[in-house]
């Protein structure tokens, strides 16, 4: 069988949103397992108390990455059919600043939040209606932006295109990144985190 | 709210964008996520108080 199972008609529009939901649910169970529902987990990351946060993001973007690879290779995944995201620079860079700035003041990201709500966490409530509110006035504000946000398209641009690199090459690459920072991060939850904690 | 309107300018999320466009290595997510991290760790500093 051949993935993306979706584009290749292994399924339809209603199947596919019964996976979605299937998925969603298994997503949700592991983020709390991971103590991902909580701010205090989450925002320690940012003090170098708690790197889980940064390790769990890794492993699973390295999994992935190597699992879309592999499968690719042994013929099983056309990889030209998997969905790569359009790259708007700026609009981007801006909204990441903002995520981040959300993130170490409210403690979650808006996945994380929602795992949150429904472990019945009243600042994830108030986080995630924050969420909808900022949406909204997004969404009111938009003709203001409208040129902003459709500028600086760079199409579906891959690390590998951008930097002419091979895609194995930018893998080793990011594999060699994620091991060193997790080592890395060990280190730095021991000698700052600790620092932290004491005073 | 920040965090709405930072998603919808990036036009996804941490899962979205992090995760998934990480993945398959589109640079937007990329760049998305770097600055994700750079703002929280250069807000961390001054907001400690609500964590330490």
């Known amino acids: 069988m051949n993935a993306p199972f979706y584009k290749f008609g292994a ?33 320690a990351q940012f003090y170098f108390r708690d790197m889980a946060v940064f390790k769990v993001m890794f492993s699973a973007i390295v999994t992935a990455m190597l699992g879309v690879f592999y499968l690719a290779w042994a013929g ?10 359009t790259t ?3 609009p ?31 600042d994830a409530v108030m986080f995630g209606a924050g969420v909808f509110l900022g949406i909204l006035v997004f969404g009111e504000a938009y003709p203001l932006f409208a040129g902003f946000m459709n500028g600086s398209n760079m199409g579906s641009i891959t690390l590998p ?6 895609y194995g090459l930018v893998m080793l690459i990011i594999v060699l990144i994620a091991v060193g920072g997790f080592v890395g ?15 | 709210m920040l965090m709405g309107i930072g998603a919808k300018f990036a036009r996804g999320c941490t899962s979205g964008q992090g995760l998934s466009g990480g993945a398959v290595l589109n640079v937007g997510s990329w760049v998305f996520m770097l600055m994700v991290f750079l703002a929280a ?7 400690r108080r ?3």
């Open chain 2, 41 to 47: 760790y250069a807000l961390a500093y001054s907001v």
């Open chain 1, 88 to 90: 708007y620079l700026y």
């Open chain 1, 92 to 122: 981007q860079i801006l909204g990441g600043a903002l995520l981040g700035a959300g993130f170490i003041l409210g403690g979650y990201c808006p996945g994380t939040s929602i795992v949150a709500v429904a472990t019945g966490r009243l």
């Open chain 1, 11 to 43: 399924f339809g529009d209603e199947f596919s949103l019964i996976v979605a939901v299937v998925i969603g649910i298994l997503f949700g169970f592991f983020l709390e397992r991971a103590g991902f529902g909580n701010g205090r987990k989450l925002a």
């Open chain 1, 161 to 166: 295109d951008f930097f002419s690199m091979s």
């Open chain 2, 50 to 52: 609500l964590w330490i």
């Open chain 1, 76 to 85: 099983m995944l056309d990889i030209e059919l998997v969905y790569v995201g």
């Open chain 1, 185 to 199: 991060s060990e280190a730095l939850e021991k000698r700052i985190g600790k620092k932290l904690s004491a005073s």
